[in-house]
T-cell receptor, first 112, second 113 residues
Framework: EDQVTQSPEALRLQEGESSSLNCSYTVSGLRGLFWYRQDPGKGPEFLFT???AGEEKEKERLKATLTKKESFLHITAPKPEDSATYLC?????????????FGKGTKLSVKP | DSGVTQTPKHLITATGQRVTLRCSPR?????VYWYQQSLDQGLQFLIQ???????AKGNILERFSAQQFPDLHSELNLSSLELGDSALYFCASSVGGGGGDQFFGPGTRLTVL
């Protein structure tokens, strides 16, 4: 069964304290891995798509990387406005087209 | 702002009732997806429509149905509502029918009393 597991469930950082969020996945074949940011009560905001092992993408203080079994979202020198829940999702080859399988997210809190 | 709109923002109703949620995709997007988000289950895929046709189905209950109209907006109909249907319902859209980058709307919060 296709599955996505994110860790940790929650992460508290001080402003400027860099860290990484983990997303491990089990799929028969990976079509794409997606990172989203979600603020409370709002819709997920698209961040990155990664398609193959070794691929990296960056946006401001965020950098996403992909291996054959997991993805990392590195946050460099975070600011309080980076506080949110970060969701990872995969799209599997051969599965229902368009079906994103989401992890339960990592809730990030950045204190000033 | 993703460009995806959803109405209403909030909906409060009683058990046994029927409601309709509406979604307009981003300009140029042909696919619409519906997801349910509850505290214990996370985001769960319900159904996808591409250019008016059903493309994929997830864990959608038989009491739920959806359609996509010629102008590409979509409606999700929830009937015989139960307390457990209370959740956030999100619509997302993408250009193609094979998934890819999906952009989410602000959601509709459904409360069933």
């Amino acid at each position: 069964e296709d599955q996505v597991t994110q860790s940790p469930e929650a992460l508290r950082l001080q402003e400027g304290e860099s860290s990484s969020l983990n997303c491990s996945y089990t799929v028969s074949g990976l079509r794409g891995l997606f990172w989203y940011r979600q603020d409370p009560g709002k819709g997920p905001e698209f961040l990155f798509t990664l398609y193959s092992a070794g691929e990296e993408k960056e946006k401001e203080r965020l950098k996403a990387t992909l291996t054959k079994k997991e993805s990392f979202l590195h946050i460099t020198a975070p600011k309080p406005e980076d506080s949110a829940t970060y969701l990872c999702a995969v799209q599997a080859v051969g599965g229902s087209q368009g079906n994103l399988i989401f992890g339960k997210g990592t809730k990030l809190s950045v204190k000033p | 702002d993703s460009g995806v709109t959803q109405t209403p923002k909030h909906l409060i109703t009683a058990t046994g009732q029927r409601v309709t949620l509406r979604c307009s995709p981003r300009s140029g997007d042909l696919s619409v997806y519906w997801y349910q988000q509850s505290l214990d289950q996370g985001l769960q895929f319900l159904i996808q429509y591409y250019n008016g046709e059903e493309r994929a189905k997830g864990n959608i209950l038989e009491r739920f149905s959806a359609q996509q109209f010629p102008d590409l907006h979509s409606e999700l109909n929830l009937s015989s509502l139960e307390l457990g249907d209370s959740a956030l319902y999100f619509c997302a859209s993408s250009v193609g029918g094979g998934g890819g980058d999906q952009f989410f709307g602000p959601g509709t919060r459904l409360t069933v009393l």
